[in-house]
Every structure is written in C-alpha cells, then in structure tokens.
C-alpha cells in the first residue's frame, strides 16, 4: 500500500532473497549481533548472490524486537534509509525472514531489481 502510494509496483516474492533473508536473521540471532555486515565479514550482496539470485540493485531492512510484521514495517518506515529501500521502485522482488528468539524477533528484509 505505501509503495503503491508512493508509485511504485508491487514486490514480488522471490524464494532465493526470502532464502538470504531467513539465512541472515538465523545467524543474527544464534551469533547474537544486529548488523547488516555477519562477523565472518560477508555483506548483503554476498548472501543474495550466494543463493544464485543475479541482482543489478539490493537493499537490505534489519529490525529487532517488533512482535509482528506491520510492527517492523513500521519502524523501517519511521527511519529515512528505510523507508527509502522500500519505497525504491526500481526494487520489483522481495524476500523476509524473520526468526524467533532471544532479543528478537529478528527481521531481515532484501529487495532487489534482478538483472
């Protein structure tokens, strides 16, 4: 709705970037860190193109605490960068993971324009 508001198309669900997603929430909450760079150094590109996905463009969304999916929404679209990546209509697929746990629930949102 807030993309559509801003102009831009619907995202689609991709099941590499919903892999990448998933992966990186997992390692946040079993390592214990809140950071878009994992301490083995590796970034969001590096976990989006380690699923095969062939991308001209990404961008990542973290959040750590919101109980439900409108509740991270929220908090992205509170924050400039944020809600920036979501409302970059050049993005078109999407993919969320989100892991229970302690200090969390964690949140990881990738966005990407394939290429």
Known sequence: QRRAQAGCGPL??????????QRHSADMAARQYYEHQAPDGSGPDDRITA????????????????????GAVNDWMGDRMHRDNLLNCAYTEVGIGVVQGAGGPWWTQDMAAPR
């Open 12 to 21: 689609r669900i991709d099941r590499r970037l919903h892999t990448a997603a």
């Open 51 to 70: 699923t095969g996905y062939r991308w001209s463009s990404w961008g990542e969304n973290l959040d750590r605490g919101p109980r439900t999916a409108a």
